[in-house]
């Protein structure tokens, strides 16, 4: 053998080294309090970092109860309830029209 396998390999962990950093630098930004603030401001939304926070599981497991997303996030479903209701307040969200207004998913 002439070792071109290893060459491969370690050019392979190499570039999945550079790849890793490159998306934990972006992470990094993406996380960082200001870039966070530029977003949101930019949005032209009034939530706060947690309804951003809640409207991104929301996203991300649609549809879903809250109990079940209280679970997802692994808090108490009473800290996940206010920011839907006053969204629907507010006429920015409605839930699932399909549901009842009670045990309603998002």
């Given at each position: 053998m002439d070792g071109t396998a290893g060459n491969?390999?370690?050019?392979?962990r190499e570039a999945t080294d550079r790849v890793a950093a490159a998306l934990a630098t972006v992470g990094n930004w993406m996380f960082a309090p200001a870039t966070r603030r530029r977003i949101?401001?930019?949005s032209g939304l009034e939530l706060s970092l947690g309804d951003y926070t809640v409207l991104?599981?929301?996203?991300?497991?649609?549809?879903?109860r809250l109990s079940v997303l209280a679970e997802l996030m692994e808090v108490d479903k009473s800290t996940l309830?206010?920011?839907?209701s006053a969204w629907s307040r507010a006429g920015s969200s409605s839930g699932d029209p399909t549901r009842p207004t009670r045990g309603r998913s998002w």
């Amino acid at each position: 053998m002439d070792g071109t396998a290893g060459n491969g390999d370690d050019r392979l962990r190499e570039a999945t080294d550079r790849v890793a950093a490159a998306l934990a630098t972006v992470g990094n930004w993406m996380f960082a309090p200001a870039t966070r603030r530029r977003i949101m401001a930019a949005s032209g939304l009034e939530l706060s970092l947690g309804d951003y926070t809640v409207l991104a599981q929301i996203s991300l497991h649609a549809p879903v109860r809250l109990s079940v997303l209280a679970e997802l996030m692994e808090v108490d479903k009473s800290t996940l309830s206010p920011p839907p209701s006053a969204w629907s307040r507010a006429g920015s969200s409605s839930g699932d029209p399909t549901r009842p207004t009670r045990g309603r998913s998002w």
